[in-house]
């Protein structure tokens, strides 16, 4: 009795803590970041929750299911189009070193889409009925489309956020939410079918696309910049750690993420997948509405910090402490009364998307508030643990699922995925914490090379 009220009096004193943090001042700038970028981000989550109900009664569980692949698709190979070069834009102490990272990034996107592009077009038509959504097959020409936005997104986004142009990034998460929300709306009222929601993520992605490259373009002008070859080379060269171990891991990362869209389309179908994809749609809105903003403005604090200070385990400790409060009531609420709220936000045909909700809860609990800090790790130049990391959620995800899938039962799959998911991303935070702290002193993360 006396541990508990240990726990809850030291816990008391850490959000008192962290509010007087907030009402004095300190780390204001850090704080308005965080807003900024929060409420904009706040506004491109709300739009396509608004849309759901919507959706959901124009398409169908099945068509969902083939959305839930493509976006598996261009996902995977989105991640890997960049070598995970925009990771390393924020590092350099010249705004050149950055540019030029910046365009090396965007040069293998446009490479991997091209590669893509060709191997797409031989691939027999055959091989898409191993995920029983054959019909993506007939749209090829989408995927490549899908993998140069997300490539060329995550590569600006990074360089924008060095920048510290927090409000740029909010406005085109906000236009890419209402171009995407706006044409599968449009579509699906004409009965466009499946082929409606996937050019709806095409056209939200092209409009994010535009104000990221016209912000970038601009500053260009303004200081003059030239691209130099050799410099980008020399760049590339320089942070080869990224593609050597964040990429395996961040790969392993996503893959993770989208084998129950794969797995449960094999062993189940396209219905089940859109469940399950609706299910994370409505969910992982939510939640990203502060955890994507706080893992924007926490790689850029936590960088310095690590770097001046050689630790970054109070600003850990606070950013996830937030997230857990912010985070709570609502995944307790989806845990006692997910089918109900499905039914009635989404219609009848989504109630069983509401069971898969519940039995997410405690990993997309575990992911919100880990997923940001977990940033850490690539500052501390310990990739190599992120990549035994990503590697094994891969592995037990995947045994979850296929042991789900061998027992004939969706709901099984889903249960023993996010268990497993859950526990991983526990011993993640601890490992986190663990290198949050420099054991050589300030100073010393420029040099990624070594």
């Not at 803590?17 to 700038?29: E, F, P, T």
């Not at 849309?51 to 991640?79: D, F, H, K, Q």
């Not at 097959?137 to 997104?153: E, K, N, R, S």
Request: with cysteine; proline share 4%; aromatic share 10%.
């Amino acid at each position: 009795m006396g541990a508990k009220r240990c726990s809850l009096v030291e816990r008391s004193k850490r959000l008192s803590n962290l509010l007087a943090m907030i009402r004095s001042g300190k780390d204001s700038k850090f704080i308005r970041n965080i807003i900024t970028l929060a409420g904009g981000t706040a506004v491109a989550q709300v739009i396509p929750l608004l849309a759901t109900p919507i959706i959901s009664r124009i398409y169908n569980p099945s068509e969902m299911g083939v959305l839930g692949v493509y976006l598996a698709v261009i996902s995977i190979v989105g991640i890997i189009s960049t070598l995970r070069y925009e990771n390393a834009i924020l590092i350099p102490k010249e705004d050149m070193d950055a540019l030029s990272l910046t365009f090396g990034a965007m040069a293998l996107v446009v490479a991997c889409t091209l590669l893509t592009t060709a191997f797409i077009g031989v691939l027999p038509e055959d091989r898409w009925r191993l995920l029983n959504t054959a019909n993506i097959a007939y749209d090829w020409i989408l995927v490549p489309v899908g993998v140069l936005g997300i490539g060329t997104i995550q590569v600006l986004s990074m360089w924008i956020v060095r920048r510290n142009r927090f409000k740029v990034l909010a406005g085109s998460r906000i236009l890419q939410a209402a171009s995407s929300a706006t044409t599968q709306v449009l579509f699906g009222i004409f009965g466009g079918g499946y082929i409606g929601l996937i050019i709806g993520q095409v056209i939200g992605q092209l409009a994010g696309c535009l104000v990221l490259m016209t912000t970038t373009a601009k500053w260009m002008l303004e200081k003059g910049a030239r691209m130099s070859t050799s410099r980008a080379k020399e760049n590339i060269v320089t942070y080869k750690r990224f593609p050597a171990y964040s990429l395996p891991a961040d790969v392993a990362n996503v893959v993770s993420n989208y084998i129950p869209h794969i797995l449960l389309g094999f062993y189940f179908g396209p219905v089940v997948v859109g469940l399950y994809a609706m299910a994370q749609r409505l969910l992982a809105a939510p939640l990203a509405l502060v955890g994507n903003a706080t893992l924007d403005v926490f790689k850029e604090r936590a960088a310095i910090e690590y770097r001046d200070n050689g630790s970054c385990r109070q600003l850990c400790v606070r950013t996830m402490m937030a997230l857990f409060l912010i985070g709570a009531l609502p995944f307790m609420g989806v845990a006692i009364y997910g089918p109900v709220l499905f039914e009635f936000i989404l219609g009848k045909q989504w109630v069983e998307a509401g069971v898969y909700a519940q039995l997410l809860s405690p990993l997309l609990m575990a992911r919100f508030i880990i997923g940001p800090v977990s940033y850490v790790l690539l500052i501390a130049q310990r990739q190599d643990v992120d990549l035994v990391w990503q590697v094994s959620l891969l592995v037990v995800s995947a045994i979850a699922i296929w042991f789900g899938g061998t027992i004939g039962e969706e709901t099984y799959a889903i249960l023993f995925f996010s268990l497993v998911y859950t526990i991983m991303y526990i011993v993640y935070g601890v490992v986190t914490y663990i290198y949050a702290k420099n054991p050589i002193g300030s100073g010393k993360t420029d040099d990624y090379h070594h």
